[in-house]
């Protein structure tokens, strides 16, 4: 095999490596973004919902749309934690409030 | 054996009403914890003198406010609002057909809760239940013309005491509740409630602002503030309230905000209207 021949296909391999790898991206953001979505829509239903959760998810799904994934991912699962923190005091907040009235 | 029973059902009863706690009080209960509780907190201000919020409790302010009442900035929004409530609708009638005494002198009485819609009516929905049942669109929420119409409807009735009223009525009771619910629970990223800032942290300084004490809060409504450069309702002041502590805010006049002013109004039974008011 030819010396053009190993390298045409070493950079065919190459950027379906990359094709592939940016696919995966794309998917683990889908994903991320998935979850932070329903758990969002759970605060949503127990009336507790952050608004700092509602822009992290806007800003994922901005930055996916200019195909920065990993950044988009990583904001997906900032804005499920914020969401997850928004449920959980939601429901800490079921009996906790009795302790704020004054007695 | 069945005394036994019987001991153990009244030990059970008694031991959930304990667990239950002052969240469970009667509104009178509440209303009488809640109004002790500022009189405790600020012994130098009169009861009626709450209605002027931060003024009330803090010198500085208060004699800034004096000047600025001088020219009341709200004066043109109540003479706008008393010209639109004068205003007949297409039909012929007007607001003062929908109302008790023509609308003059009510708003002590705003909201209640309406049995047979089983629902809390603030002033601005009765406002807005009017103007459709008349065959008008109804006004925004927030500010604009139903803010001037509910501040000249107020200003009819500055000095008359707060009477709200809990009917003898589950729904009512449990809109009451939700409201206090809303009330005292901690929301939002910054993990505040209302009470964390109108009652425990009330009368101190956020920045350059007195937080206002919750006793009388809502009796100046609808406000002139300066920071909005015009009147605005109470569902505004909610919305921002909600927004300020990253809690993401609910519609005007959704049932919880109905219910949070049903719940605040009542707290505030026996002050004075003292609407409409200014704040910075």
């Known amino acids: ?17 990359v094709s592939v790898a940016y696919a995966s991206a794309k998917t683990e953001y889908q994903h991320a973004y998935q979850k932070a979505s329903a758990e969002h829509h759970k605060a949503l239903k127990l009336q507790n919902a952050w608004t700092t959760t509602g822009k992290t998810l806007k800003a994922a799904n901005k930055a996916a749309a200019k195909g920065e994934y990993g950044h988009a991912k990583a904001l997906a699962e900032r804005a499920y934690k914020l969401a997850d923190l928004a449920v959980g005091q939601a429901k800490a907040q079921r009996t906790a409030w009795h302790q704020e009235v004054p007695k | 054996m069945k005394r036994y029973f019987a001991g153990k059902l009244i030990l059970a009863g008694l031991v959930m009403i304990a667990a239950a706690g002052p969240a469970f009080g009667s509104p009178s209960a509440d209303l009488k914890a809640f109004q002790h509780y500022f009189n405790n907190r600020f012994p130098k201000v009169k009861t009626g003198d709450f209605v002027n919020g931060p003024y009330a409790v803090n010198a500085a302010a208060r004699a800034q406010w004096k000047q600025i009442m001088q020219f009341p900035p709200y004066t043109f929004a109540v003479s706008d609002g008393k010209q639109l409530f004068h205003q007949k609708f297409a039909n012929g009638k007007s607001y003062a057909d929908c109302f008790a005494h023509g609308g003059v002198g009510i708003r002590q009485n705003y909201p209640y809760f309406d049995t047979s819609k089983e629902r809390v009516i603030t002033l601005e929905a009765a406002i807005n239940n009017c103007r459709k049942a008349n065959g008008e669109k109804p006004y925004p929420y927030k500010k604009g013309k139903i803010a001037e119409i509910a501040a000249y409807m107020a200003h009819t009735s500055r000095g008359k005491k707060f009477d709200i009223k809990i009917p003898d ?91 949070l002013e049903y719940f605040l109004t009542y707290m505030s039974n026996g002050l004075p209207v003292a609407g409409p008011g200014a704040r910075p």
């Open chain 1, 1 to 17: 095999m030819s010396k053009l021949s190993l390298g045409l296909v070493a950079a065919l391999l190459a950027v379906s490596g």
């Open chain 2, 169 to 259: 009525d589950p729904k009512a009771k449990a809109a009451y509740e939700a409201g206090k619910k809303f009330f005292y629970e901690r929301r939002g990223q910054l993990n505040f409630s209302c009470a964390s800032c109108h009652m425990y942290e009330s009368g101190k300084h956020l920045r350059s602002q007195v937080l206002a004490p919750a006793l009388g809060i809502l009796a100046s409504f609808p406000i002139y503030r300066s920071k909005w450069g015009a009147l605005g309702t109470i569902d505004r002041r909610f919305i921002g309230c909600n927004k300020k502590v990253r809690s993401k805010p609910f519609k005007p006049q959704s049932k919880i905000y109905r219910d």
